[in-house]
Structures are given as C-alpha cells and as structure tokens.
C-alpha cells in the first residue's frame, strides 16, 4: 500500500477504458465536449461517438454555444427542435451506422436538453427510436454498483406532504417553488401502491404529516427497491451578493454550494424555505441534494423524483450536473425519472400511475 504512494497519479479517462463497457454490438457511446477556439475564443460543442467495432472515436464538431443558449432560450418549440436535430442529433447520428442503443453523455447546455422529447426528422420522439442511455459524465460509466436486488421488492413512497402552509386549494398547482398542498399526489401514491402491491412489492407509504426527513433512507439497514417521491421540487440559482442565511431569496441563493441549492420539499418545507436557521438540519423539511450524497442506497434500482425541475441543477463543464441526479446516482440509485421543467400535479399523477402500471422489472 506504501509503495502505491510512489506511482504516479492519474486522472484522466482514456476512452478505451470506456469501450470495454460496451458489449452490445448494438450501443454507441456518444461523449459531448466543449472546446475554445482559438481564432475567435469562442465556445464550441463537439461529439467523440464511438461503437466496439471503432478502433478510435469519430470527432464530430458541433455548434458554437451561444447559438444553442438561444435557441434554448427561444420560446417557440418548434424552431428550438429544429436547432436540436439540425446542429447536435444530426451530425451525431451520421456515425450510428443503424444502431439504436445510444448511450449519451453531455456537457454543458446539453445537459439541460431532454433529447427523449426531441423529434428527429423522421416526425418521431428519439425515445421511439433509439434507446437512450444518459450517464452524468464518463467515469459514471466506470462506477462499480453493488446492487444486492432482494426478493423481497420493498417500495417506499413519499406524497401528500404537509408543508405547513394554510390551506389553499388552486386547481391544478405546479410541483416546483411555492409548496401549495399537492391534492393530486395522495391519489398518485395510493394507486401507485395498489398497482405495485399486485404486482409482488412490499409497499411503505409516507404522507401528511408522516412524509417527513425523519422517515429518510439514511437510518434503514437495506435500501428499498424503488423510492419513489411526489412533492414539489426546487433548484435556486447563486447570488453571491446574498448574505442571508435563508435558503430562498426571492428565487436566488447564497449558498455558494450547488447541492445545497437543489432539493425536495418534504413535510414542514415552508417554514425552512425563508428561515435563517442552518440548513440540512434532520427534520427542517427540506430534503436538499447535500443531504442525498450521504445516504446509502445501494440496493435501490429506482429513483422517480414525481416533482418540478429535478434534472436541473448547476452545470460543470465536463462533469455534468451538479443537483438532485448528482447526488442520487453518488447515493447508489441505478436509474432515474426526473423532470427538467414544471409539471403540474394532476398530469403528473396520472403519468406516474400509467408508467407503474407498464413497467416491468427484474424478477
């Protein structure tokens, strides 16, 4: 062990440790990148796409980024897609040559699109297509788990939380910022464990007052099979001109770290939300992405974040996303549903309980 001190220390992924990942004929690795230019110092995406049968990666240069931000940012849907296809999918999808398990692993603004949703210029969803993969950066891919898969398919279910505001009744509330009662998650939890009930699991289930931080993973001695958690979700952009010690100011943060900026609202979230009181205390009601990095969830192949803005979070060049995704797949999660805009709470419920009733799982 001493003498390991002496060699030297590297850091660097070379993409044929990545390659002997893959062995399916039928999977293409596509690793996004962000360069500089040095003509014109601008930032440029670029793709390393690459299959097993590639004796090194095709580099396939892409658009500059501030054309995608606006486009990003355009408010018509149809003109940001058409960008999408045109200047990332396209030039990409030259070198699958016909296959269709696609493993992606974005960088910067990319992270933020959800290509699932994208329609190629075949008028169909790229998730009807191809099989997407998403992985936080390439080194995720090289991450051992140590799934134990229990017999017993234990489910824990969170919804309905109390946050302690008045009672207020709108329609249809979104699940992000503002903590309105969610009247549509009670009913999505119960026919959530009704359905995975039939289906063989050990269902837990947490509302009201009762789905709180206390009742968190962190204590229990094995991990469940599926966590599932319907409430609102918050991402909080940094400030540094903010001095409070409260988590939210008016849409902003100071808290320098990302992960303290990400979280979940749990039961009692309101009164933390604008509070001074230090955050990531065991029961303040705000479940924050700091708090999911200690957890162990080694055995839960399933996380579904049922809220707004899950998949947000801060980008890192080169490192993915730093929010709620980060910390879940760090915990030990295998897979994720997460969102990357608001959803609202009726539409959200009956989705979730169409997705439970098709998904198959290992027996």
């Not at 009704?194 to 509302?207: I, P, Q, R």
Request: aromatic residues 10%.
């Amino acid at each position: 062990v001493l003498g390991s001190v002496q060699e030297p220390y590297r850091c660097i992924t070379e993409w044929e440790s990545i390659l002997k990942t893959v062995t399916s004929k039928e999977e293409v690795m596509v690793e996004f990148i962000l360069l500089h230019r040095p003509d014109n110092g601008a930032r440029q995406y670029a793709a390393l796409v690459f299959t097993n049968a590639d004796k090194s990666p095709h580099f396939v240069p892409l658009c500059d980024e501030e054309p995608l931000r606006a486009a990003l940012n355009d408010t018509d849907d149809d003109q940001q897609n058409d960008f999408i296809v045109k200047n990332i999918w396209n030039p990409i999808q030259a070198h699958f040559g016909g296959r269709i398990v696609i493993s992606l692993f974005p960088t910067g603004l990319l992270s933020i699109i959800p290509f699932a949703g994208i329609v190629s210029d075949n008028n169909l969803y790229l998730c009807n297509e191809y099989g997407l993969k998403f992985q936080l950066c390439a080194t995720d891919r090289l991450t051992k788990k140590y799934n134990l898969y229990p017999e017993n398919k234990s489910v824990v279910l969170f919804g309905a939380a109390d946050y302690g505001l008045s009672p207020s009744k709108p329609e249809n509330p979104v699940r992000g910022q503002g903590f309105h009662y969610l009247p549509s998650s009670k009913k999505e939890i119960a026919s959530i464990s009704t359905v995975l009930k039939e289906k063989g699991c050990l269902v837990e289930v947490f509302s009201g007052r009762q789905a709180t931080e206390s009742a968190r993973l962190s204590d229990r001695k094995e991990s469940p099979f599926v966590l599932h958690i319907s409430t609102h979700g918050f991402y909080l952009p940094y400030d540094s001109g903010i001095k409070d010690k409260g988590l939210n100011q008016e849409g902003k943060s100071g808290y320098y770290n990302p992960l303290l900026r990400t979280g979940l609202a749990l039961s009692g979230a309101s009164k933390a939300w604008k509070d001074s009181a230090s955050l990531n205390l065991p029961n303040d009601g705000l479940l924050t992405a700091y708090e999911i990095f200690g957890m162990s969830l080694l055995n839960t192949d399933l996380v579904v974040l049922s809220a707004c803005n899950t998949g947000l979070g801060e980008i890192r060049d080169g490192e993915g996303v730093y929010g709620l995704q980060r910390a879940f797949r760090s915990a030990g999660a295998r897979n994720m549903i997460m969102t990357l805009a608001e959803v609202s709470d009726k539409e959200t419920a009956e989705f979730m309980t169409l997705f439970y009733q098709n998904w198959k799982f290992k027996t």
